[in-house]
């Protein structure tokens, strides 16, 4: 089955799904074919008002996509059909929106979600997902009855033994957060597909493991209730917390509120639970024997056990006390695991069941919960989060972690939260600052002392460019001056060499309340497709090669924003789409050499006879040289009252360009970004795609933006 579009993007359906789909033939014409169609204005080319650019000035001076207007929400409530076998043909013209799809398409369309985010075993690797039917039946039961999507998670249990080495405390801290934001970001992706969404309830496992791993219950209660006051922080709305007493099948058990009934209530609910739900006559040999799954996690618990006990140890104990002794410990953790599993599975026998270990995923779902490099199962609380300048995360043992390279980053209130890549761009002479990574990217900076006022005017620019380079979007938050005019302009020219528009250097971007088919959409208050700013703003060249005079697209580098009046919370919002991210989580069989050979082409509403034809699908960064994504999504006619447009590849099947839009959207890809008063914002507009969300008219919604090089 094809890839689903998220709900936000997926009323644009594919005009030519494979070679053989009755489309729209596209004339190949060069570029330089609207060399009629321009106008001069100093020195930089454009289309006039009856030409293609006056309608596309909606994308190439946009600043931000979806939430949608009424008519698109209501099309995302209903759904669409899910797109047919590669090999069926499929005419569609985008003039009307697809018909709704059946419980059956929306469940395979939750399933796709499930599936960019598991954890593929590397002997499956492009291999059938031999479970998805069974997976599709659960979901399939939610859809029909129209409630949100149940999924269970058992895991953060407390943190690792091993202080000394592995772990930075007793309490959670960023690699749990990530994980949290993770989660979130799954359920919120199911939303995106099913109106009802979805919700993951953490089963927490600690109070199953900890008495025989030297953990004390005060210490599994302080992680539990310090991890529910992190999602709640976070916003993590659809991570929810599964009650234990909900694991004893009806028993009348209160559920500890204090932690003073929590320790005297958790050794009787520990034991209820293994001895209820253990099988009689569990041999954990057999057990280990027959069941490959159990045996990856066994394996596991040994691997782990080495390190977590290490500071257990006596020193005259020898290496075959201790295999012995983590043998030991491990199959407990088995017999124990299986008890506690069968317990989930009997108490929550419709949720969708996750896990964060290994399997064959018969009977369970297998993800790692934090998107780390390398594609690994790390959790946060068996290792640290390390942080690299470009916002990549690694997860490892603390220990292994150089203090010439990276410093601890702490919380406000002094816990060790992770470690940062060294760099002076976390240095701006005479301020105070926190640099705050974000999820899934960019950064905010913010005083430390919310009381400084620090002013934009002594801002190092160049270091928020380069820092935009790594990490974009950066966002100066709780800075004075950001919202007065000559500062905002001034500081465009610290921060490089500003690139004008026709109207001059700085765009008001706000809704002009003007219907006009020809006016721009990034004054309107429509959503807007994914792009890059520049695409449709032309200088002419000469062509070396030939001596033809041509077009050639002015791609500014960087975006810079200011919020002067921001709409209602979730209303009106910025997205950003990382290629690095893009590339990162690029789902099995796509590879980056397979979109670096692919061209496409645009066709645009405002001039049909005419398009731009040959653009590499992937271009170098001209700094670092990293690989980065040039698109603009398909745009039709129903989905806006202005311009649309045709996509196409032009090498290879057409499949590619539901892909790249579906994970342009992906919550692990693109940072979903609503502004606040006085937010000032860098991005890269080399590295990243944007767009921006429907806002609701009369908000008084209004961002400045300047481009510069």
């Not at 797109?83 to 003039?95: H, I, L, N, P, S």
């Not at 039917?133 to 058992?154: G, I, K, N, T, W």
């Not at 280990?288 to 996690?297: N, S, V």
Request: aromatic share 8%; net charge negative; hydrophobic share 35%.
């Amino acid at each position: 089955m094809a890839l689903p579009l998220p709900a936000l993007t997926r009323m644009a359906p594919d005009l030519s799904v494979t070679e053989k789909s009755q489309t729209l033939k596209v004339p190949t014409v060069s570029i330089s074919a609207l060399d009629s169609d321009i106008s001069d204005d100093d020195s930089v080319l454009r289309y006039d008002s009856d030409s293609i650019t006056s309608d596309l000035e909606s994308d190439q001076e946009a600043v931000e996509k979806p939430t949608q207007t009424a008519s698109q929400s209501a099309i995302a409530q209903q759904g669409e059909p899910s797109t047919t076998d590669e090999d069926t043909e499929v005419a569609y013209d985008g003039k009307k929106p697809p018909h709704a799809r059946s419980v059956t398409e929306i469940a395979e369309d939750i399933v796709d979600v499930l599936a960019r985010y598991r954890l593929v075993h590397k002997s499956q690797t492009n291999q059938p997902w031999v479970a998805r039917s069974r997976f599709l039946h659960q979901v399939e039961r939610f859809v029909a009855l129209q409630e949100p999507v149940l999924l269970s998670l058992p895991a953060f249990p407390f943190k690792s033994p091993n202080k000394a080495t592995k772990v930075l405390g007793t309490l959670p801290d960023k690699g749990e957060e990530v994980a949290l934001l993770h989660l979130q970001g799954l359920c919120l992706a199911i939303k995106d597909v099913y109106a009802h969404g979805a919700d993951v309830f953490i089963v927490s496992d600690g109070v199953i493991y900890n008495d025989i791993m030297g953990i004390s219950d005060a210490e599994v209660w302080q992680y539990s209730q310090a991890l529910q006051r992190m999602a709640r922080d976070c916003g993590c709305n659809h991570v929810k917390f599964l009650p234990l007493r909900n694991l004893l099948g009806g028993e009348d058990v209160k559920e500890p509120t204090t932690e003073a009934d929590y320790l005297k209530d958790i050794p009787y609910i520990r034991e209820r639970i293994i001895e209820r739900y253990l099988p009689s006559g569990f041999d954990i040999e057999t057990h280990l024997a027959k069941d490959t799954d159990a045996t990856m996690t066994y394996r596991g618990y040994l691997k782990f056990l080495k390190i977590d006990l290490a500071t257990q140890n006596g020193e005259k104990t020898s290496k075959l006390q201790i295999k012995k002794t983590h043998e030991g410990i491990a199959k407990n953790m088995m017999a124990r695991g299986k008890a506690f599993a069968a317990s989930v599975a009997q108490n929550l026998p419709e949720y969708v069941r996750l896990s964060i270990h290994a399997s064959t995923e018969v009977t369970k779902l297998s993800m790692s919960i934090i998107p780390q490099l390398g594609g690994h199962i790390s959790t946060p609380w068996h290792s640290s989060l390390v942080r690299a300048v470009n916002g990549s995360i690694t997860m490892t043992h603390a220990a292994q972690v150089s203090p010439k390279t990276h410093e601890l980053i702490f919380t406000n209130d002094g816990h060790p939260s992770y470690f940062r890549e060294r760099s002076p761009l976390f240095s701006w002479q005479g301020m105070d600052l926190e640099f705050s990574y974000i999820y899934p990217t960019g950064i905010i900076i913010t005083p430390r002392d919310l009381m400084s006022k620090y002013s934009l005017r002594d801002v190092d620019m160049q270091k928020v460019r380069a820092l935009s380079e790594a990490c974009s979007p950066v966002i100066l938050r709780g800075f004075t001056d950001t919202t007065d005019v000559q500062t905002f302009e001034s500081k465009a020219h610290d921060a490089g060499t500003v690139a004008p528009w026709t109207f001059g250097i700085r765009q008001a971007v706000k809704d002009a309340g003007n219907d006009d088919p020809k006016a721009s959409t990034v004054t309107s208050t429509e959503a807007m497709p994914m792009h890059y700013d520049g695409m449709f703003f032309f200088k002419k060249e000469l062509d070396p090669a030939t001596g033809v005079e041509k077009l050639v697209s002015q791609v500014p580098r960087f975006q810079y924003f200011t919020s002067i009046a921001p709409a209602p919370p979730g209303d009106g919002m910025t997205l950003f789409a990382s290629s690095q991210l893009f590339f990162q989580h690029l789902p099995a069989p796509y590879t980056l050499s397979d979109l670096q050979d692919l061209k496409w082409e645009c066709k645009h509403s405002s001039n049909w006879s005419n398009h731009m034809d040959s653009l590499p699908l992937v271009v170098p960064h001209p700094t670092n040289q990293k690989p980065c994504l040039r698109w603009h999504e398909p745009w039709y006619k129903w989905q806006t009252k202005f311009s649309h447009n045709e996509i196409r590849i032009e090498n290879a099947e057409q499949h590619y360009k539901e892909m790249i839009t579906q994970m342009l959207y992906d919550r692990r890809v693109c940072l979903y970004f609503g502004f606040e008063k006085g937010d000032v914002l860098v991005a890269d507009n080399v590295s990243m795609m944007h767009t921006r969300t429907a806002f609701t008219p009369g908000t008084g919604r209004e961002l400045w933006r300047i481009h510069f090089n």
